[in-house]
């Protein structure tokens, strides 16, 4: 095997999906973090660290939304109302913007492209806003909305699978959007798309 293999390098935009439904175009990109935070395992009878422990791990999405939409600010404000459409003259669209306490979660998708030209669909079984940046309205740039997600663990799922899936498929084929459920494991405990 080669050293570096081109077609393995991603380039393209992608889409994005929050319980199912597009927030529309983005900018800059979407981009999923992961951190994990370790102790060194420190004993009396060595200078030096016997071993390394995990101790916490987090993972994130950060994006900005480039449809400043009424539905796209209720979603990462965390609205509760419902957005009231009055067919004019004049039309019109209000959304209540209020106080709330409840942290809603939500269901992400991302749909981009594999190293082998394959689509490949990550799936997020929950995720929370954890911060929404300074949206700036000025004269000469779009107005974007740069908003934060947190990845929570779905603890009903099955152990190793309870942050989501990412899964490479042939472009057009279908299948259920939730594809956990499309994804069975072989007699020797190998995973394959079903």
């Avoid at 570096?4 to 390098?9: G, I």
């Avoid at 071993?51 to 400043?68: D, P, W, Y």
């Amino acid at each position: 095997m080669p050293d570096y293999v081109a077609k393995n390098v991603l380039v393209g935009v992608g889409t994005l999906k929050l319980d199912g439904v597009s927030v529309g175009y983005t900018s800059g990109g979407v981009m999923l973090t992961a951190k994990a935070e370790r102790v060194d395992k420190e004993v009396d009878q060595s200078y030096a660290p016997i071993g390394i422990m995990k101790v916490r791990e987090s993972f994130g999405i950060q994006t900005n939304l480039a449809e400043a939409t009424l539905q796209n600010l209720k979603l990462v404000w965390e609205q509760t109302s419902p957005i009231v459409d009055v067919v004019g003259p004049p039309n019109k669209q209000t959304m209540a913007w209020g106080m709330n306490q409840a942290v809603v979660e939500h269901t992400l998708e991302f749909r981009g492209k594999s190293p082998e030209g394959l689509d490949r669909i990550f799936k997020l079984f929950k995720v929370v806003v954890m911060e929404v940046g300074d949206m700036a309205h000025q004269k000469d740039k779009i107005t974007l909305i740069p908003v934060t997600f947190r990845v929570l663990p779905d603890v009903t799922k099955s152990a190793g699978e309870e942050y989501g899936t990412i899964v490479d498929f042939e472009e057009g084929a279908e299948f259920d959007v939730d594809v956990h459920e499309d994804i069975a494991k072989t007699e020797n405990g190998e995973a394959e798309v079903v």
